[in-house]
């Protein structure tokens, strides 16, 4: 037997690990299943491509041991083993090229260095956070040798000849104190599937199970080996592989919805960065989709080992509502929280993920309008926040959200809304802030519906705040019919004598109205009612405004309407007429408030405006 000593380096690690890193011993057991993983991954390729290693039997499996009376796990695999070199430089020096330049920056905090070494893969050496003694007994395929490997993760190890029948390594866990949890068959069988379910290979584990036996009336303990993982990484084989059942089955596994996903988007990227991505849209809206404490839906892996499920880093909020993989080749496995945040890798694979999800989805809308519209019923409103959120892809976000409109049944697309437009229309026109009944009512769409303009309906509460940031779909402008400017579609209608003649009226209106209106004007937007109210481009509509006090947000002059009269309306000419009749005042303020009501802003004063009524129904009747 001969007895080595540790590199320093591993010996600061070995440190670092156990100190470190306690908070997730579990992890030693998805670190030794990654490595027997990748050893089998080496030997399949030698065994495909090397003449030497072609008539090697490969019979893949990697097997659990446990001995839960000694608390001794073994762990081996029929992988590509280690000769007696490999189990020096591997398991008793740091190879990796950085490793001493990672170690010099470690502080010796160890807050701070737990954040570091998840930079790092740990490896192999993170079993010592749960083992006193471990040993390693590997044979390397096409060498008829097998070493034996002992150490106790302090100073050194020893290396000694030893058997194996076959090739490949074994990995024998001498639990100690802390690591004695995990000598529990239930406990294993957990950590595999929550970290190694979707490993290619299959994992078998020999325990001792409990059975109830009948007739003995007692339960009996029966020494079984089991399978333990699904040993299957869908996401991993190529899509025509794959049959549409098999897909929904591992939507179903992950997560939990006993309903068939509406579709999914299956990507392999080779190159710069290797990964793959499987996307499903849920047919049904997740029920926390506007709770801001959501559940991320999609899970991230490391070489098919589970990584994390809860890293809201991986996709956009907007997208919050996409479920499914991201298994990447070149991130480490002990990736943290902190590092997701800025990893250059990450982002590049996000980036990718969110114009593939985007454009997938713009494929459906043209190519399956059915299907897009239940996505659409579903899912249109995250959109919109993207629209608002993601400027990167805000055009094509644009193309994906749908509207109700005056010309159109169910939802229509900026695309069709633009194909409609007149010859010589200038701008697409939306009316926004309230119930769809409201706003399709108002009498500001009036002008537009005798001039057979379409109106886009926005009943969406958020659709102001993103609509008022977008001024262009493309070329042409986006316009809000309650803002106070016409727009050129509507301006050959404006007939200055018109206006001028109404003028001592609009004078009288505003000397009464006084402070509660910024203007009183002749409007070219009405047909069938008597007044409207308008507000400036740059301010909030008056539903904006209410919304903003609501929430608490009072911290804003209250801009003042502008009112618009219908020069044609009978109530109108009648007042011109009689400027100086008994009811002219209240008749001006029943104008202001009817125009607040159509906009559902509710009135300052109802009592004052129910006894105008009342007086002015006393002298008609
Ligand atoms: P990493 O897996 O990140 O390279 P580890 O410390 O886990 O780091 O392992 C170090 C090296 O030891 C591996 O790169 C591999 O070459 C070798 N090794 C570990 N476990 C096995 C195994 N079960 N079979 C063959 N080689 C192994």
């Given at each position: 037997m001969?007895?080595?000593?540790f590199?320093t ?6 440190q670092l690990?156990?100190h470190s890193?306690?908070s ?8 030794l299943i ?5 050893a ?10 090397d ?8 019979d893949p499996?990697?097997?659990l041991?446990?001995d ?6 073994t ?5 590509i083993?280690m000769s007696?070199d490999?189990l020096?430089?591997?398991?008793g020096?740091?190879a990796?090229?950085g490793?001493k330049?990672f170690?010099?920056q470690?502080?010796g905090d160890a807050k701070?260095?737990s954040n570091?070494i998840?930079?790092f893969?740990?490896g ?12 390693v007994?590997s044979r390397?395929?096409g ?6 490997w ?11 000849p030893?058997d194996?029948?076959v090739a490949?390594?074994?990995v024998i866990?001498?639990?100690n104190e802390?690591?004695s949890?995990?000598?529990?068959s239930w406990r294993l069988?957990?950590i595999?599937k929550?970290?190694?379910n ?5 994992i078998f584990m020999t325990y001792?199970?409990?059975?109830w036996n009948?007739?003995e009336?007692?339960s009996?303990?029966t020494r079984?080996?089991e399978q ?11 899509k ?5 059942d098999d ?7 992950i ?5 068939d996903?509406?579709?999914?988007f299956?990507?392999?990227?080779e ?6 991505t499987?996307?499903y849209?849920p047919s ?5 989709l506007?709770?801001?404490?959501y559940?991320?839906g999609?899970k ?7 990584i994390?499920d809860d ?15 991201i298994?990447s080749?070149d991130?480490?496995?002990n ?6 945040q800025?990893?250059r890798?990450l ?5 990718a993920s969110v114009k593939?999800?985007?454009s997938?989805?713009?494929n459906?809308a043209?190519?399956d309008p059915d299907k897009y519209l ?9 959109l ?11 055009e ?5 959200i749908?509207f109700?409109?005056?010309?159109a049944?169910?939802f229509t697309?900026?695309?069709?809304v633009k194909?409609?437009m007149?010859e010589?229309q200038?701008?697409i026109?939306y009316?926004t802030g ?6 399709r009512?108002?009498p500001l ?10 109106v886009l ?5 958020i659709?102001?705040i993103?609509?008022?940031g977008?001024?262009?779909y493309g070329?042409v402008?986006?316009k809000?019919?309650?803002?106070a400017?016409?727009?050129?579609d509507?301006?050959d ?5 018109k206006?001028e003649a109404?003028k ?6 505003k000397?009464t109205l006084g402070?509660?209106?910024k203007d ?6 009405l047909a ?5 109210i ?8 008056m539903q904006m405004?209410?919304?903003?006090r ?16 219908n020069p044609?309306h009978?109530i109108?000419k009648?007042?011109l007429?009689r ?11 029943l104008l202001f408030?009817?125009a ?5 802003v509710?009135?300052?004063d ?7 009524l009342?007086?002015v129904l006393t002298?008609?009747?």
């Open positions: 001969s007895k080595r000593e590199q380096e591993v010996s600061q690690l070995l690990i156990i890193l306690y997730h011993p579990e992890i030693f057991l998805r670190e990654s490595n027997s993983s990748d089998l991954d080496k030997l399949r390729h030698l065994t495909l491509t003449e030497a290693f072609k008539a090697l039997p490969f499996r990697i097997g041991e446990l839960e009376e000694n608390k001794t796990l762990l081996s695999d029929t992988g083993g007696e490999d020096v430089s591997n398991l020096t740091i990796r090229s490793t330049n170690l010099s470690l502080s701070k260095d570091l998840g930079q893969g740990v192999f050496y993170s079993v010592f956070m749960v083992a006193d003694r471990v040993e007994i390397k395929a060498e008829e040798q097998a070493w034996r002992t150490s106790d993760g302090k100073t050194g190890f020893d290396l000694e030893a194996r029948l490949g390594t074994t866990i001498h639990f802390e690591g949890q995990y000598a529990n069988q957990e595999v929550k970290y190694s979707h490993i290619a290979f299959p001792d199970k409990s059975e009948a007739d009336k007692k009996i303990k079984t080996t333990v993982n699904a040993a299957s990484a869908l996401w991993r084989r190529s025509s592989e794959l049959t549409e897909y929904k089955e591992l939507y179903k596994s997560t939990g919805d006993s309903e996903p509406l579709f999914w299956h990507t392999k990227a190159g710069s960065l290797e990964y793959t499987l996307f849209i049904k809206a997740p029920l926390d506007y709770q801001a404490e559940k991320v999609v991230l892996y490391v070489k098919r080992v589970f994390m890293a809201k880093e991986l996709l956009p909020p907007y997208l919050r509502f996409v479920r499914g993989i298994d080749e991130l480490p496995l990736v943290s929280r902190e590092i997701l800025q990893n890798v982002t590049s694979i996000k980036t593939k999800i985007l997938e989805l713009k459906i043209a190519n239940k996505f659409s019923t579903e899912y249109n409103r995250p919109k926040e993207g629209v608002y959120s993601d400027f990167a892809n805000r094509t976000l644009l193309d994906l749908r109700k409109s005056t010309k049944e169910g697309s900026f695309a069709e194909s409609r007149k010589d200038k701008s026109y009316i309230g119930a769809e009944s409201l706003l009512t108002s769409l009036e002008i537009y519906k005798k001039k057979d303009l379409e309906i926005l009943d969406d509460d659709d102001e993103i609509f008022g977008i001024d262009k070329d402008e986006l809000a019919v309650s803002k400017s016409t727009s050129d509507l301006k209608e404006a007939e200055p004598d206006a109404l001592p009226l609009l004078d009288k209106l000397a402070d509660r209106v009183v004007r002749a409007s070219v937007r069938d009612s008597p007044s409207c308008v507000s400036d481009e740059d301010e909030p509509s405004q209410q919304m903003l609501a929430m608490g947000q009072t911290d804003f002059p209250a801009p003042k309407p502008t009112l618009e009269i044609d009978e109108v009648k007042l007429a400027p100086n009749d008994a009811l002219a005042e209240d008749a001006a303020w408030d009817q607040l009501l159509m906009e559902g509710p009135l300052k109802p009592a004052s405006f129910v006894q105008r009342n007086r002298q008609s009747i």
